[in-house]
């Protein structure tokens, strides 16, 4: 299947380095030339904020899902191609998943890790077919990696598992790979998850 839409993982912050926000521009310049519609939590701050604004100065198109609690006009972008409100966390994550072909996770705090170890689990159980990519900007994800390294060797991640989290240094490179793998990927209409 080839990729029409990526949902994309980060933070509410912009965190302490100039690199991070720089990654979230990149990629949302990457994802809108080549057609690809950004997926995120609708939040107009920090990284959210930086990758909505550079996809839609791209050219690109941008899908915010957000839960009602946080529809404060601080938080909620206001100048997206569309903007779900929807009534749980839960519920925002399953939209977004069902709206994407594939996930990118950039750096960002607990939130952020929540939902990519999500889909990852997901995917293990064949509840999707997705590929879940990692932007590992300047090494933020090296402890997290050697930990999950370190799982697979104490034997709580399986072999076949190891690779389900596809890492590159760089946006362009992650795009590729994750193109390649959604290529290969079953059907839509096999997913167990909705697409709306």
Known sequence: MPIRAVCVFCGSQPGARPSYLRAARDLGA??????WTAV???GHVG?????????????????GVIPEHLMRPEVAHQGLSELLVVDSMHTRKRLMAGR????????????????????VTWRQLALHAKPVGLLDVDGYFGHLLAFLRHAAD??????????LLRVEASVEPLLDRLAREAAA??????????RS
């Open 100 to 119: 994407s072909d594939a996930f990118v996770v950039l750096p960002g705090g607990y939130g952020t890790l929540e939902e990519m170890f999500e889909m």
């Open 40 to 42: 995120y939590g609708g």
């Open 47 to 63: 990284m959210m904020g930086a990758l909505a604004d550079s996809t839609l100065a791209a050219g690109g198109k941008v899908i």
């Open 30 to 35: 990457q994802l809108a030339r080549r057609g």
């Open 185 to 194: 990927a079953p059907d839509a209409g096999a997913w167990q998850l909705e």
């Open 154 to 163: 104490e034997a709580f991640v399986r072999p076949q598992h190891r690779g």
